[in-house]
């Protein structure tokens, strides 16, 4: 069955620190594309990053970067120097291609306070 | 790009009244989805349409919930004899193409409260 893991249930720190968002998957798809949105107290949720299930080259965007690891399974996400602005609740997604209608499979969110 | 829009942003109603939810989805976005969120929870996927064809519903997706979206464009959820359960915040989202690598835009969402 898939499954989307986020053990964090909430993270605190103070501005300017790194911080790191776990995400763990489970699926028997062999095609399927990983996310991270981001929800803040307005409600819409806004993506951030995607991986798909062929391509593990870690990547950095800015302040965002994502560690994408086959073997364990995880899609782990790091905001460098966060900001008050950061502060949200972030979810990590999973999009199976078998399905053909590509819907997301959430976690339980992590909610960050980042802290001035 | 206007982004996808949900009306109306909050509806309370009393236990036993039909609502009804709309979304616009951004245009010539072919995908569009419904997902339920509940407090402390991520959004659970409840149906999905392809243009006009509603292809996929979730267990969730009880037989009092029914969703639509004529000529492809706009959807509406409904909600016929609300319970307790089903307040929650619910939300539409779209997507281009047929490629499971396009994102899904969402809308700020409907926050339903059943008194």
């Known amino acids: 069955a898939q499954k989307v893991t986020q053990a964090q249930t909430e993270i605190s720190v103070v501005e300017k620190e790194d911080v790191t968002l776990d995400c763990v998957y489970e699926?028997?798809?062999?095609?399927?594309?990983l996310f991270w949105y981001k929800q803040p107290p307005s409600g819409e949720l806004v993506f951030l990053i995607r991986?798909?299930?062929?391509?593990?080259q870690n990547e950095i965007s800015g302040r965002y970067s994502w560690n994408f690891q086959k073997s364990t399974s995880s899609f782990n996400f790091t905001i460098t120097a966060s900001q008050v602005v950061d502060s949200a609740v972030y979810f990590c997604?999973?999009?199976?291609?078998?399905?053909?209608?590509?819907?997301?499979?959430f976690g339980t969110g992590t909610r960050l306070k980042v802290l001035a | 790009d206007t982004g996808v829009s949900q009306n109306p942003r909050h509806k309370i109603t009393k236990r036993g009244q039909n609502v009804t939810f709309r979304c616009d989805p951004i245009?010539?976005?072919?995908?569009l989805y419904w997902y339920r969120q509940t407090l402390g929870q991520g959004p659970e996927f409840l149906t999905y349409f392809q243009n006009e064809a509603q292809l996929e519903k979730s267990r969730l997706l009880s037989d009092r919930f029914s969703a639509e979206r004529p000529k492809g464009s706009f959807s509406t959820l409904e909600i016929q004899r609300t319970e307790q359960g089903d307040s929650a915040m619910y939300l539409c989202a779209s997507a281009p193409g047929q490629a499971i690598n396009q994102p899904q835009h969402f809308g700020d969402g409907t926050r339903l409260s059943i008194l």
């Open positions: 997604a999973l999009s199976e291609g078998v399905s053909g209608t590509y819907k997301y499979i």
């Open positions: 699926t028997r798809d062999t095609t399927y594309y």
């Open positions: 991986r798909n299930s062929f391509d593990e």
């Open positions: 245009s010539e976005h072919n995908r």
